[in-house]
């Protein structure tokens, strides 16, 4: 079965740098979400989007947006990146907004490193 | 506010043993219960979950855990560990708008 595809896997950038990490839902799945888990930390909720619109927002940075696109593909584009955004940043999808009752699948993740 | 306490950082049990990992929520509703596995460099699979109903809760890989609202726990549990297990657990509490909040997580190490 398709699962939920995350690109790049990895991805180093330099300080103030700008990294844009995407996601792909499982087909069908009209809602994506985005956590973001640090070294030895558990995974925070950033931001979702439910047919193409904001849904819920976290504890996500001024500096980060993202957006969910027609195709309902993701992207969390960041910007000035700092060391402190050295993270795994996972990405889910569910089908439904919140008929979807937590029924997540979670990608492998795309882990940024700021050098 | 909403918490999930995973009083256990690392557990190190021998194959074959049984194994126990803890979970105390803070939530002021009934909740939404989770456990899920991270096997280094992967996603996070989710285990099992709790909404309501039967407070034993089977889930894949012979994985169980028991919903006990006086003690605001969500204990998971398995009879007999495998090498295979060796993961990070994490235990979630879903509160609200289908976000979910984490514990720090539990590193389960598995001696042969």
């Known amino acids: 079965a398709a699962g939920v595809i995350q690109s790049p ?32 930390q558990d995974p925070q909720f950033l931001i979702s989007f439910y047919e193409k619109m904001q849904s819920d927002k976290g504890s996500i940075p001024d500096r980060f947006s993202a957006q969910q696109f027609s195709d309902y593909h993701s992207e969390l584009n960041m910007s000035s990146l700092e060391l402190g955004d050295s993270a795994l940043y996972f990405c889910a999808s569910s089908l439904g907004g919140y008929e979807a009752n937590y029924g997540y699948t979670f990608g492998s993740g795309t882990r940024l490193t700021v050098v | ?54 407070t034993l ?21 398995k009879p007999s560990v495998h090498w295979s297990d060796a993961a990070e657990y994490f235990c979630a509490v879903g509160v609200g708008g289908n976000k979910l909040v984490f514990g720090a997580g539990t590193i389960l190490r598995v001696k042969s």
Not at chain 1, 22 to 35: G, L, N
Not at chain 2, 8 to 27: F, K, M, P, Q
Not at chain 2, 57 to 77: T, W
């Open chain 2, 1 to 54: 506010a909403q918490s999930v306490t995973q009083p256990d950082i690392h557990i190190t049990v021998s194959e074959g043993a049984s194994l126990e990992l803890r979970c105390n929520y803070s939530y002021g509703a009934t909740p939404y219960l989770f456990w899920y596995v991270q096997s280094p460099g992967q996603g996070l699979q989710l285990l099992l979950k709790y909404f309501s109903g039967d």
């Open chain 1, 9 to 40: 896997r990895h991805l180093i950038k330099e300080k103030r740098e700008t990294a844009t990490l995407k996601c792909y839902p499982i087909p069908r799945h009209d809602t994506v979400y985005w956590y973001q888990q640090g070294p030895g």
């Open chain 2, 57 to 77: 809760v089977q889930g894949i890989k012979g994985f169980e855990a028991e919903f006990k609202r006086s003690q605001s726990s969500f204990n998971l549990r």
